[in-house]
């Protein structure tokens, strides 16, 4: 009897301590992870595939999954934050504020960890082309890349009340030193959604690159690309 007890009082406390996670996270975030969400701070996860993402599919989190299902990925990160919906209520809005100022990409400090230096994440972005429809928008863009230069973007967003949706992907190869293909068109993608869990707001990002996993250069994309987006995606979170 009074192990039992001891049993049903440990899954009380836990579900009593985690209540956030009981919608929004599975079994894959470990204890250590789940703690540093619930103390406010940027988990960032590395991943061997799509399907080890500790996001429950939901209404909220599949428009975010049917992306990345679809892109089926070589090299993944997550990068997740919550919080309160308290004192946050207009979340959804200054996410969107930021993420559509395309030039405010400009100068996003970036850490080299090949060379050991600060560089800046992109040198250049203009916007091409903006097109609306209700909650969508979709802004056709240029961005400038160290070893990569100039290359055409697409970025997706859609925006509701209590809902948020970004998309990035390159729309033209990715040429490292105008050399040889490092990433091909449309292969490179970065997603930010913000959705509610009870009283919480989930920030969720994932950052994903669709290239093969050759020895020689295995290292280079998940040092240098992997590292580039979740640099952004943390640098926005940051910005919030």
Known sequence: MKKSIFILSAIFAFTAVSPLFAEAFNSRLSSDE???L????????????IKEVCVNESPSSETILSTMKK???AYVAEVIQVRPCEG????????NNILCNIGDYVGIPYFSERTQKWYELY???????????????EIDCVLEMSLFGKFDSRINVIQKEDFFYYELKNMENLIYHEKFTAIKSKKMV???TLFRDGDNWILYAIGAIDAPKLWFLKDR???????????FCNFIFSKI
């Open 190 to 192: 970065s997603c930010i």
């Open 221 to 231: 994309i998940e040092t240098s690309f992997m590292n580039r987006i979740k640099t």
């Open 88 to 95: 946050n209520e207009n979340l959804p809005e200054q996410i």
């Open 34 to 36: 789940r703690q540093k």
């Open 38 to 49: 619930e103390n406010g701070e940027v988990l960032i996860r590395n991943i061997n595939s």
């Open 71 to 73: 892109l089926n990925p």
């Open 123 to 137: 040198s250049s972005a203009e916007i091409k082309e903006i097109r609306e429809e209700g909650n969508n928008k």
